[in-house]
């Protein structure tokens, strides 16, 4: 149990440190890691993670929606949904190529 409690104070004290450094590259890797997560979690019959990571995934998701939409000229709250339409986009360009 103490392997656990430790290794999880370290995930959350490298979540606090991309949230401290803001930057998209340091917070794209906790967002798509915390996504993960959840979705492996919900596939298994579980919830999603605790509290604390939770409200990390929202802050982080909100800095770096603010970065991108400063970026692509959107609303903060647009950039999900072009994120989508890009993956979409992205998954269909792929199919006809292969």
């Known amino acids: 149990m103490q392997v656990n409690t430790r290794k999880n104070k370290l995930r959350l004290k ?8 803001g930057r998209p590259e340091a917070l794209l890797p906790m967002i798509m890691e915390i996504y993960r997560s959840n979705i492996d ?10 509290y604390t990571e939770s409200a990390f995934f929202r802050k982080a998701e909100g800095m770096f929606n603010e970065e991108i939409s ?29």
């Open 41 to 50: 979690r919900l596939s298994k019959g579980k919830g999603f993670g605790n």
């Open 70 to 98: 400063l970026a692509i000229g959107c609303k903060p709250e647009e950039v999900n949904g072009i994120i989508k339409d890009l993956v979409k986009t992205a998954q269909r360009q792929n199919e006809v190529i292969t």
């Open 14 to 21: 490298r979540y606090q440190d991309a949230i401290n450094d």
